[in-house]
T-cell receptor, first 115, second 108 residues
Framework: DTAVSQTPKYLVTQMGNDKSIKCEQN?????MYWYKQDSKKFLKIMFS???????INETVPNRFSPKSPDKAHLNLHINSLELGDSAVYFC??????????????FGSGTRLTVV | GQQLNQSPQSMFIQEGEDVSMNCTSS?????WLWYKQDPGEGPVLLIA?????ELTSNGRLTAQFGITRKDSFLNISASIPSDVGIYFC????????FGKGTRLHILP
């Protein structure tokens, strides 16, 4: 009955590889997000999708490509991984419109380590 | 762009002490949110504030929406070991902006 679930929890991979992180929410939210948390614990938004449509695309290398097959899923694919991509990636979801007043619900994170 | 200044960056306190932290901005926000992140987990919403001057409690936690709408405060009374973690403020004006967090440590 997890509200926002991400897989995998941990991901260790070599530089240059391509990897994906999956996210699913069962809260009936129509907006989903990807955040990156660096070693200093700063939360930085990367992407936001509303009903499968990209609405926020912050300055992120185009090696990162989000995909939303439906409003309950938002996956993140990363090509040609670099050492600097090592971080914890959080998926989150919310209602849109006035529903955002209730904040975001976060997943438990995917710790990506590039070696 | 909009930025939130959260302070202090870190706190080291004794169990049982009260804790205060705050968040300020040069911009006005319509909603203030306070989140807590436990180690190895994602942030969890603690308190949401919707009106200037509003004071809201959640157990030992009390948060206030500043009267100027440019700041918010979080107090924790009688801290316990499970209060350890990172506390994030967040302001909402169209989208949610997060502060850089206050790391709370409790000394044995």
């Amino acid at each position: 009955d997890t509200a926002v679930s991400q897989t995998p929890k941990y991901l260790v991979t070599q530089m240059g590889n391509d990897k994906s992180i999956k996210c699913e929410q069962n809260l009936g939210h129509d907006t989903m997000y990807w955040y990156k948390q660096d070693s200093k614990k700063f939360l930085k938004i990367m992407f936001s999708y509303n009903n499968k449509e990209l609405i926020i695309n912050e300055t992120v290398p185009n090696r990162f490509s989000p995909k939303s097959p439906d409003k309950a899923h938002l996956n993140l694919h990363i090509n040609s991984l670099e050492l600097g991509d090592s971080a914890v990636y959080f998926c989150a979801s919310s209602h849109s419109g006035t529903g955002i007043l209730y904040g975001y619900t976060f997943g438990s994170g995917t710790r990506l380590t590039v070696v | 762009g909009q930025q939130l200044n959260q302070s202090p960056q870190s706190m080291f306190i004794q169990e049982g002490e009260d804790v205060s932290m705050n968040c300020t901005s040069s911009s006005i926000f319509n909603t203030w949110l306070w989140y807590k992140q436990d180690p190895g987990e994602g942030p969890v919403l603690l308190i949401a504030l919707y009106k200037a001057g509003e004071l809201t409690s959640n157990g030992r936690l009390t948060a206030q929406f500043g009267i100027t709408r440019k700041d918010s405060f979080l107090n924790i009374s009688a801290s316990i070991p499970s209060d350890v973690g990172i506390y994030f403020c967040a302001g909402l004006f169209g989208k949610i902006i997060f502060g850089k967090g206050t790391r709370l440590h409790i000394l044995p």
